[in-house]
């Protein structure tokens, strides 16, 4: 790292501090100030910044509906409602802003299920509603609940829009009184795990699927002390020479009595339950020291790893790589950070920071899955990104596929008018290479060309193509007639 780039990444650490500090300061200051008026809202059993029920008149008006439901033989319905988005407006905006935004939904609340209705004004962004009558009842004020919450909200500065999740779970259907709340609690996070923006009837494989979840995570846990993780590579191809250019480390989990656990089930939980800091530092050490171990062996090309969304929201993430690079030896141009389209388009000033710090570095910097999210090519441009890695979703297709060969190639015209590369992830099949080299993606990756595998195994592959010897891996590994030999 030369001495502007050093100052650079300075400030830019000095700038994350303080901006780490203002929001210690803010969340510091609206607890203290939630806690006074929940204090002040217990007293009058109303929540004092919506006028909605608290929690503890809810519970009363439960037990109310319960003792009536049991005399006259009907049921009830219990809604729990939370704002998708409500931790993002907490954070990009005022405490007023966030105020506004409970207190016109409480009203909008109030409009779809009417006074008979019971509201309640939960935790954060959670709403609670209770409704005499069963399932049908319930699923069609989700419905009007659903569509009156998703329109703009008019605050005094400016415009927000929401969406919201609900589960239902009706007595005496669902279970027990002291059951309603937490079931339908339990439907509204299993749908939100999958989405949100909907509505979700509560139902019991959802309490086996969070006790089956529980117990995943309790030994996620412990997987990076016990050492159950290890890091796969698969190479990305350059398509004219073929020769490799980068190997992507690939997250696998040996559990003790499941056996392989897919990246695609724990990297979600690890987000979850906010397991994904010492996982993705142990990544971010194990992929640097691969690349330490294969520079010395002679074989030079980039590292890619995969970042999270929670890796992008930390303050110290880029002096955290950066020091570990160096640790190891290894430059940061080397070092190529994996960043899915739909986190990158978060734009919070979190991640915005952490994009601003990358650059600094000289990190280079790949968007991910491309062609899921909604960038626009204004966002793009802000971004330090070097290269665009078209999802595999469409390469997939690409053979049968008019529209999936269309949006692969606009990707690709895309990148072009951007100064970016483009790689495709997924490529199985000779005719997947040959129309994408035809369309002029630069790079390919699949298991046309290898399958993810151990570090050393990519090494020996790399060395037995150049007869034992250390070599540059830029012109090795692959022969120029590599597809000759494997068709
Ligand atoms: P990704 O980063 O998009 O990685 C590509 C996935 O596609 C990998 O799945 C890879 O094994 C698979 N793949 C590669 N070529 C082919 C092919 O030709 N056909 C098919 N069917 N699949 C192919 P994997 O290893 O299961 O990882 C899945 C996802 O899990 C990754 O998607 C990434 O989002 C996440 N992940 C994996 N390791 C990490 C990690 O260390 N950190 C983070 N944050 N996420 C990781
Ligand atoms: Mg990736
Ligand atoms: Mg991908």
Redesign the pocket.
Known sequence: MDTWQFISLGVAAALSCLYALERKKRVQATSDRDRALDQMSAKNDQDFRTGLMTPDAFDKALNDATQKADRAGGSYAVLAIVLDNFGLIQDGFETEIGDQVLKLTAQRLLTSVGHSASVCKGEGGEFAVLLSGGVPIGTQAARRINAELSKPLELSANTTQSTCSIGIAVYPEHGARAKMWGNASLAMRSLKSSGGNDYCVYDPAMAVQARDEAVMVNDLRQAVEAQQFTLYF?PKIDAQSLQVTAA????RWHHPTRGFV???VF?PLAEKHGL?GPI?NW?IEEASRTAAVWLQSGLRMRVA????GY?MRQDNLVEHIVSVLERHGVQPERFTC?I?ETVAMEDTAATKLTFEKMRQAGFHVSI??FGTGYSSLGSLRRLPAAELKID?AFVMDLETSEEARSIAKSIIDMARALGLKVIA????TLGQSNLLVDMGCDEL????YSL?IPAEDLQKMAMQRHGGSGSDFRDSLYATNFLRDIG
């Open positions: 698969q992507e480390a690939l997250l897919s990246p695609v990297i994904m993705g990544v790893v995969n970042i999270s890796q994996e899915t991910d899955d595999r992830e997924g490529v199985e990756q699949g298991f046309l993810p």
